[in-house]
């Protein structure tokens, strides 16, 4: 019977899913390989399944471990909503909101995790040994919930922590052909980690106040990072990949605050295009550890200061020299992206210094051109509305009075790169001899 | 009992969801309200629910009312076929055709509007105030009808005009996270309209044959509008936006007879990346209202003629000094796009003037560099069918002769932009004393 | 009773799905037809309807004719595993894998095409003549499977040689608005073929280890090609078309061993932005045949070298002048790509020659603008595990000496042509008195 193969956690024999949906999913799994018996001498016998999560709160007190291809665990919402606001609102006013917590089909990420933080905190635990690799997982449209973060021994509220050792989906080792669409992740230390992926498929996903947002570790190749609303947590990553290449992060809309948008160490022949990055600290974009041949091009930068207030004097701990973007790697292209850099020059550290935009650390042989540098200098405003504040920010357009920018400073550590139309012969930091440059041309030229 | 949370409007015993689906789904939406009793106190209790709607005819006589978030309502299958070119067929060809009306999941709007328009002539109508703002609200999958349009006092065909005050989904104020995936919108005034939206996605939808597609009110930040495909009609844009930050238009397939592709009013530090637009007007992207540190990059801009007879004659008002893009504001970046004019020349107006692909109105500081302009004289033609004309007219590509334009006119009232390599010397009007000029270089240079 | 229109294959009273599910769906199909009976009098009527497939194994005996609008054809995963390394892994190792074949809703087509070839050996076949055009068929999130390729003749194993005859879905005339979302094909001499498409959308599909992937043939427009993860075999394309006007191909992740990435012939006003290319030979990406005004801008174009044993010596019968782009075409803009050749000196051919990168073979008025080129000379080396190997090659980013290249070479067929930014004086070979022609500056220039 065919059929079979389609499970909703509601109706599962094992188990009260509204208790802990990680006990029925793991019943569930444990029946698909029960059923799976056949030699596969037929061209066939191992097609997985899917398990279906209708709208509901499902807590989950034991980590679901998934250890077979095919399986596809699918709900009907993200249903992010968001904890941080609600966290700062003042607890007597909580009696008159609509609701105080996500939905959809969410599950409540509840494990005794003491601290131990990851893999063990993670809800969704996927590892498989020997060949092949696990293939096509698929996870879509349902909502992981943290629920918390946990106090970390700053001065900060312990819902602003990010921190509560806790992960979403944390896959620990070789797979293929991976697929998280429509999800939600809130509230988690870390939403998505993956080691070792193969043409992975990471799309359309609301990824928000959780620690760090989307890893890809170890290393890895021709996955895609797709048309996704990110945020992280101003300690951790929005998007971070290590040793991989030909990574295509496109299309995604980042958000803050977290410590950085995109992170690449050590990746290779990748693309950066055409995402909309939005950062409260510098090193909103770095390729780091010999990161090359990497395409950074059409994406707009927007770095401002942090207007809402249970966060203000938060920051990533890097200073304006280090710039926006930051490069140490060889042979990368960045092109045609849009800066703004709207700050309060009073803020500016290290106190007295011009803030750069894009510097080239170490590595030598990128191309920097068409690029345009927006710089302004507002009064930082905070406000205790997250929203309000947010939009309001975003929409100021006048300037205090100019702001003076570097904006390509090329370290000594790097040479034989071309830098054209990205600046005046002024805002262009670069030994003329170990590189080639072109001045935007000035008015009147 | 969870599963509670999955309706289905077939199955539902209040109301005929043929009769009219806009009476059933409020019974489930008040049935969805009456079991979210819960205190919230255990970090739960209003999840939400997904109402699904099979493929069928459904006709919707009363408008849906949604206060809740995490409201998911599915289809299965967007349903679009042209209803522009069957209200085209002659009547007595139509006993002839495989079928007449668009299909899928499909509501047939059939609301009394009576002349009143918007919201009253909404399908689906959201609000709520207080807080948290309305959250994950999901559209997916399923086809919205306005089944006709309306005379409107021109010599139009009465379903040729655009209008019967008819909206698809109408979101009345502020609101996050919502998400808008694999619709169908036809033949309504407004498809989507959405005010004071945050982290909204509109994606991978088809909307065409509407009077406006996509209309993002009020004010509103860190939105994307991707992958669609989208086509408004001569009176109504296509995209539009106003006071938004942050918002990501990127990937999509806009087509014509919009009497703008892309507008943007007021709108700061987004993206209009990596779009394919054609149009049969002038204005094709507009930057009005001082919309400023947006990105404009990697579009490719087609404007041609009409090549359908129904609509020969029909334009946007604007004549061809106005530009293809059309820019009042600041600090904008204009990167790497292509621009094909494909006219006739004795078309343009007013006569004997030259064309303008790129017009800096008001503003100033924006950066225009690496753009292409192609330009031709045609002798338009045009056809009684819709769909063999268009095809004929894109993949035509012979000049009857030159046809000279110009690509970048700055006026007066816009100063110290930065043009590069966007047109000849004799190709760019603008006053060399207040704005920075390189000229593409001239062969033999 | 609408809800009539949600079919299950699996319990549906005719035929075995297990056995021939192309008899099932044939039999729903016909009865969708003779329910759907009404005579269009009252707006509406025939909104087709959808058919689940849930994970499973479905062999296919008989072909799937569809000739109904509005139908959907929806599994619960695309389950794409590699048979091709599975095949080339030894046979007396194969009782140690975990598993040998795809998964999820997978059809398994086992058609008697005896070398007939399309369209005898589609699994799905649609036409449909007369008006309107078919619109709104979707095919959603199932795995096609071809199971074994045949000998050719050559001394390939026989499951190397990307030749059975199968096709997955072949759409044979003019249609509208159809959707391919989330499907896997694997091991089809041709995935996806459709004829004389207008608003298409091939959307975040797995299509891999086909000879071809995705074909656009016949003529068309306003498509888009978006999000995918592709990569045909060495005899064909991964993406192709011939004859569209308006079509955007971008945000795809194409990975080798295709003939070429993308094949555009007398393809106009077109789109190829914003895609991570890879590919073991020259001619990723085609414009031939006056393809004209296309847009090629911010793709990531590597070509290296076969890793993998199997295929070591396979080519697709071009040189190393062809050119990783090559252009037969005209007024097609060139802006802010990346390519990384990244090959052994000594595999050149012809034997002495500097490969070329970027190809202007015939036509005229071109725009290549600020594109960077990065050449290294390596060591080729090939490793009998796929995987390993080519992450390893994707991450070497050291050479063993430099290599020249030619950045641009413009034919004397080819004519007044813009090349700016794009290649030292010596890197660029092209008449300077027919064609535009600036510099990468050089170092202190």
Redesign the interface.
Known sequence: ???A??Y????WPVGD??EDIGEVINAIIADIKARQTVT?ED????????IYI?????RLRTQVVIDI??L?I?G???????SS??FN?PED??V???????????I?VDLPVDGEGEPTGAAFYIE?R???????V?FLSFCIDG?HFNPDGSELHPENTYVNGKTGIYVAN?N??F?I??M?FIYLEHALTVYNA??L?V??N?I?ECGSCIELRG??????I??N?IGAGFKGHSIYAE?H????I??N?V?PRGASSVHLN?V????V????L?SFYPGMVVLAA?S????V????F?RDHEPWTPFVGVDNGLDDLYGLLCVSG??N?V????F?EVIDSQSIRPIGTTPVIIRLMAGG?N?I??N?V?AMDVHAKSSDSA?SA??DA????EASDGLAITAVMVDSESA?N?I??SGSDAQVSAD???????A??????
């Open positions: 019977m065919t059929s193969n389609h909703d956690v509601t109706t899913p509204t596969d061209e066939g016998g191992r097609p997985g399944a899917v209708p709208p509901g709160d499902y291809s095919f596809r699918e009907s919402g993200h249903g992010f909503t968001s606001i609600r609102v006013e909580w008159d909101l609509h609701e105080l917590w996500p939905g959809g089909s969410r409540l498989r020997g060949s092949p690799r696990i293939s096509s698929e629920l070789a293929d052909s697929r669409n429509g939600g193969d043409a498929s799309h359309d609301f928000a290393w890895g190749q021709a996955s895609k797709t048309d609303l040793n290449g030909g990574l295509l496109t299309a809309n958000f050590g290779t022949r990748s693309s295009t055409n995402n909309r939005h010999n090359s041949e990497n395409l091009a059409s994406n707009h927007l060889s042979n292209s092109i045609g992206n849009h703004s042989g191309y051109s068409s345009h927006v929203f947010q939009v975003l929409l100021t357009t034989r071309t054209l139309d003329r001899a170990a590189n080639a440059f072109r935007t041309p000035a008015i009147g030229f």
